[in-house]
Structures are given as structure tokens and as C-alpha cells.
């Protein structure tokens, strides 16, 4: 397979890669920054289910399971959509959504596999489970939920992620377990000295299938930080946590262990079994690898694990990671230090806030023309609308668009609310609402890697991104090549999220034989697969910048509205 030609690149990428072939779809209604897996690949008569890998993800608006063989290739998938809810201030999923929408999404995996290959799923190779990165669910001596889960997207902790950062040396983010645990704990919350686990949701839902309590390297990076060899937590940041916080047991009694890619974590108990089968058909014994987060899912989905390598993943929430060839131990506010699923070190810039806000806006659009009598297929007004926002120039548009639905800590923002600005002698047209609203996606996390870039040196040989919005081909990726000032690959798999990354996870474990990760990566998934490199022009690199100088400009325009609306 060779490189794929885009109008206006500065040249496809001739590194080929290999993976699922694109869905033709558009993203759904329900959120268009997570698209489903592709239908399934044809495969051959008598599929030996003990060569596959099934990888399940949390996402923020879906939960997805995806079954793929050795090479990466899928051969069935399910989801199940579900939504986060603000309660008592607290953003949150209950533990009853969880085991449903797990449940729900196995049993369309199933259903899929069995209409396309007329097999019935009773084993797999190995299972892999990923979710929305970090946030709190602390467990008591039983296992038992003691609060509702406290997602990445609250904004409560803003005083002990401070605290924190200045008794590590290292920025500790707010959504962070950690930073959670610590205001719990200051704020005399009535659970703590009942907690006999504390983990993330890709952590419980795995001691839930497995009886183990551990997370992947890369997730349990967003619990607490870790130590220099890359394998473990951080043995004198926990010491210090000790003496600073007055908790009625010892942090390391309380965290999950720690494992890495490659590494069994556990195997499929039959009480796991029949949370994910409730038929009895699924037999227990499958081997799960180390669980993850979808920050470390989406470096793996875009084959991103090796240093000075990087990928951007956009979708309800907006990260970029740039994974270092040392370890960065300062204290810079807008970046998180966190880690690959092989413990390799990496520097994010996560935005609280991405497509939501422009997904409302094309809802509307799709409401207009329903109401006229002339309804549009949603991937076509996806296509118009878009397409309306590759035209004009922001300057001459003099709209603004701060798309926080939540508060966002990379730009100091309590809380949020959506809005759109414009000066008054300007003219609103269709490109420029489109074009501001494009561009808003990705201002957060640019602010973001500009102070790292600023501050380190930090180079980047390849940047890849993924993400729904990327379906749409060119636009969005040159706004995203503007927006960083480097060139930005796209590849055949782009569409993929976490679940697919998390079974090429599970599927590392099986056939990885020793491998670096990043070696199985290259040479047995993405071996073949294709990409576009786009790389933005002086002009709009320098018009994304004077847009981003005003969008940062204005957020003193959040507090007010937050006080008043």
C-alpha cells in the first residue's frame, strides 16, 4: 500500500500502515466524535476464537466492545450509548449504567459475530478493558462503590490539585484520583475512613471481571505519578502524601498495583463471566491484560507509543500526547506528566471540552431543516456545514466561540458556558460561525502545547490524530495542523477509538512474544496501512494564532457568564 494523496497537503505520509478498513458512515447524533467500529471483516469459515482479542471501552457517550484477529482486523463489534449525568454537582455514571451498557454492548458484539460468521462466542483469546482516563471510585474492604464515580470532567478539586502540585514539584490535574482522594479526605468526607481501594472505572470494571485490583501503567499515571523506572508508583511522592495528609491508612495500602503492556493481569472468574454474558455461554479463564485509559488506548489506536512521537484524540474531551525521551520532572500548570501502556514517559495537554458545543449547533441546523420540510442526511450536513468552515478568514469574521460546556483546568476555567461572540461591524455569515466553532475545538489543548513548547524542548517527529470529527477529510485536520504549527497524519484507522486499541492491547499480550510495544505495533498491525500527512500554510498558521491570542483573550467573559446565566 502506497501513500494517499490529499489537495492542499504538503505530502501523504509514505510510512504505510495497517488496521481496519475505514467506515464509510458518518458519525451518529448521539456524538459524532465517537464513531462505531466498522462493519466486520470477512474472515474465514471456523474462526479459532482463541486467536482473537476482545477489547471493551467506557467512553464518554458510548460503550463499545470490538473483536479483532492478530492482525488487528475486526471481525465483529457492539455498542451501547449512555450519557453522563450532573448530580448534586457532580458529574457521574451510576454503577447500574455500568453493568447494563457493559452487558448491552457484549451482547450486540455477539449478536454482530454470530450474523456475520455464524459463531457463537463462548471464548476469546484474551479481553482488554478501557475508560474515560482516571477521575474517583473509591471501594470499601468489599468492593463496594462508597460514592458515586466522579468522572474527568469535575471540576471540584481546583484547592487540592493546587496543594498537591506544590508538595510533588509536579502538576497534579484536577481530575486526577489523587486529587480527588485529597479533598475527600481535607474536606471530612464521611466515606474515607472506610476506603479500602480507590481506582478508576477501567479499574473497576476489571476487578469486577478478574477479582484483581490493577491498572495499566498508563492509567494509573492519572492516580498518582510515577516513579522514574516507569513501572510503579512514585515510592517518595507517596511517603510525602503520608505526612502531609492526616488519612486513617497509608495511600500505598489503598492504591491498585501496577502493570504494564505485555503482563497478564488476571483471568475471567465466573462470576466475571456471567456480568458479561448473563447466558452462560461465555466460559471463564480468559486472561485480561493490564486495563487502561483512553488516553493510553488512543496512543496505541494511532500507534503513537514510541518517543517523540504524538496524537491528538478529539471527542467529548480533547487531548494531545507527545510521548519524551526522558522524563520531565517540573511543574508547568497546563501539562500532565503521564506515561505509555509500556511506562514510557509523556507530556498531555487535556482540554475538558471538545465537539460537544459544535455537535449542539449542527443539531440545531438539523432541526431547521426538518422544520422546512427538507430534512438532511446527518453526514451530509456534517460534510455542509463543515465545509462551510473551510471558507473565509476568522479576522474578517469577527466571531469568537468558547465551547466549554464544563469548567477546563488547562485554561484555569472553574466552569463554563458555551458561547459565541462577534463585533458588531461584522458581517455573520454561515463560514465564519462554522469556522469559528472548528477552530474552538482545538484551543484549549493549543494553548496547552504552546506553554510546553515554550518551556521544554520537546520535539516531535510524527503527530497523529483521531477522533470522529476526522471522517471528515482535510478540513478539520488542517485546522489541527494550523493550530499546532506541525504537520498532522491521519490514517485508514482514524475513526477507531479506544476499544479498537484496547483489543490490539489484549492482543499484545497473546502474540507480543517479547516485543516492545511499539515494535509489535509497527511490524504486525500497522505494517500496511495508509495515512495523510497535512502540513497548514504560513497564512494559517498565523491566522489560527491570532484567533487562539483572542479566544484566550476573552475568558473573562466565562466568569461573568457563569455568575449571571
Not at 157 to 183: C, K, M
Not at 522 to 545: L, P
Request: hydrophobic residues 45%; aromatic residues 6%.
Amino acid at each position: 500500500a502506497g501513500p494517499v494523496a490529499c489537495a492542499g497537503s504538503a505530502g501523504a505520509r509514505a510510512r504505510p500502515r495497517r488496521g481496519p478498513p475505514p467506515s464509510g458512515g458518518r458519525p451518529t447524533d448521539e456524538q459524532w466524535s465517537t464513531r462505531m467500529t466498522p462493519a466486520a471483516t470477512p474472515a474465514p469459515p471456523g474462526i479459532d476464537l482463541t486467536r482473537t482479542a476482545l477489547g471493551i471501552e467506557f467512553g464518554s457517550t458510548r460503550i463499545k466492545a470490538v473483536l479483532t484477529d492478530p492482525s488487528g482486523a475486526v471481525l465483529a463489534s457492539g455498542g451501547h450509548t449512555w450519557e453522563n449525568s450532573l448530580i448534586d454537582g457532580v458529574w457521574t455514571y451510576s454503577i447500574d449504567e455500568v453493568e447494563t451498557g457493559l452487558r448491552a454492548a457484549y451482547a450486540a458484539l455477539a449478536k454482530d459475530l454470530r450474523a456475520a460468521h455464524g459463531v457463537e462466542l463462548t471464548t476469546t483469546g484474551a479481553i482488554g478493558v478501557s475508560g474515560m482516563m482516571h477521575g474517583y471510585l473509591p471501594l470499601d474492604a468489599d468492593g463496594a462503590p462508597l460514592t458515586a464515580f466522579r468522572t474527568w470532567r469535575n471540576t471540584i478539586t481546583a484547592e487540592s490539585s493546587a496543594a498537591l502540585s506544590a508538595l510533588f514539584g509536579l502538576n497534579i490535574p484536577q481530575r486526577w484520583s489523587v486529587s480527588h482522594l485529597h479533598r475527600a479526605v481535607t474536606g471530612g468526607e464521611e466515606h474515607v475512613a472506610r476506603i479500602a481501594r480507590i481506582t478508576t472505572l477501567a479499574g473497576y470494571v476489571h476487578w469486577r471481571l478478574t477479582g484483581r485490583h490493577v491498572l495499566g501503567v498508563g492509567e494509573a499515571s492519572g492516580v498518582f505519578p510515577i516513579g522514574a523506572g516507569g513501572r510503579s508508583f512514585d515510592a517518595d511522592m507517596i511517603a510525602a502524601f503520608d505526612g502531609a495528609v492526616a488519612a486513617p491508612w497509608s495511600l500505598a495500602d489503598i492504591l491498585p498495583a501496577v502493570a504494564v503492556a505485555g503482563q497478564e493481569a488476571g483471568r475471567l472468574t465466573e462470576s466475571g463471566a456471567a456480568l458479561l454474558d448473563p447466558t452462560g455461554a461465555l466460559r471463564p479463564g480468559i486472561p485480561l491484560c493490564p486495563p487502561e485509559g483512553d488516553a493510553g488506548t488512543g496512543m496505541v489506536a494511532t500507534d503513537s507509543v514510541r518517543p517523540r512521537t504524538g496524537n491528538v484524540s478529539a471527542g467529548t474531551s480533547a487531548f494531545a500526547m507527545i510521548v519524551l525521551e526522558a522524563p520531565l520532572r517540573s511543574l508547568i500548570e497546563e501539562i500532565d506528566l503521564v506515561a505509555t501502556p509500556s511506562g514510557a514517559p509523556v507530556a498531555m495537554a487535556h482540554a475538558n471540552n471538545c465537539t460537544s458545543d459544535l455537535n449542539a449547533w449542527v443539531e440545531v441546523f438539523s432541526q431547521f431543516a426538518e422544520a422546512i420540510g427538507a430534512p438532511v442526511e446527518r453526514g451530509r450536513l456534517f460534510d455542509v456545514l463543515l465545509g462551510a468552515a473551510a471558507e473565509g478568514d476568522m479576522d474578517e469574521a469577527g466571531v469568537i466561540s468558547h465551547n466549554f460546556l464544563s469548567g477546563d483546568a488547562l485554561v484555569h476555567l472553574p466552569a463554563g458556558r458555551p458561547l459565541t461572540m462577534r463585533r458588531p461591524g461584522s458581517a455573520l455569515t454561515l463560514a465564519g460561525l462554522m469556522r469559528s466553532h472548528l477552530f474552538s475545538l482545538f484551543a484549549s489543548m493549543a494553548h496547552g502545547v504552546a506553554v510546553l513548547r515554550r518551556s521544554a524542548d520537546v520535539p516531535i517527529d510524527s503527530m497523529f490524530a483521531h477522533g470522529g470529527i476526522f471522517a471528515t477529510p482535510e478540513i478539520p485536520q488542517r485546522t489541527l495542523a494550523a493550530a499546532f504549527d506541525t504537520p498532522v497524519s491521519v490514517a485508514t484507522t482514524a475513526s477507531q477509538g479506544g476499544a479498537w486499541g484496547m483489543s490490539l492491547l489484549a492482543g499484545y499480550l497473546l502474540w507480543g512474544r517479547g516485543r516492545a510495544l511499539e515494535d509489535y505495533l509497527d511490524r504486525e498491525i500497522f505494517a500496511d496501512a495508509r495515512s495523510v500527512t497535512i502540513t497548514a500554510t504560513a497564512e494559517e498558521v498565523a491566522e489560527y494564532g491570532r484567533y487562539l491570542e483572542r479566544f484566550i483573550a476573552a475568558l473573562p467573559v466565562q466568569a461573568t457568564a457563569v455568575e449571571v446565566f
